[in-house]
């Protein structure tokens, strides 16, 4: 059968509406369960984590140390009533930043040196009339 041929579409329809269905559809919403963090991980490891960040220790830090996200961190925190402080970077990182970048690091391996978020380091060489490529 060619695409050309007389009624080639409708034969095509019709193997479709005659084959079988690949998979019934999920009605129940109980097969799926989301990975809550407060399941995951111990009341001991929370504490830990909020009293890591109460202590200085920064969000970038502690999303790698304990291997979740951004959001995940977060929530947690609030959660727990930890006031959120800006970390914004300092004269000497800006110009460590500005040096790796005009060298020809990446915005994302630069960051990952100083323990920035990119968009931190990006929004620093941007005040620095850097021109980002």
Known sequence: MKQWEPDWLGNVI???DAAP???PAKT???TVRPRRLDRRLSAAT???VVDAYRFGAS???LCERYG???GGLLKILGKHGVEMRNQ???EDEIDWAVELYTEGQSLNAVARQLGKAKGS???ALRGRGVSIR
């Open 14 to 16: 019709q193997k479709i």
């Open 21 to 23: 269905p690949r998979r």
């Open 28 to 30: 129940d919403s109980s």
């Open 46 to 48: 929370i504490a830990e």
């Open 59 to 61: 969000t970038n830090q």
């Open 68 to 70: 979740l996200s951004k």
């Open 88 to 90: 914004p970077m300092t």
């Open 121 to 123: 380091v990006w929004k």
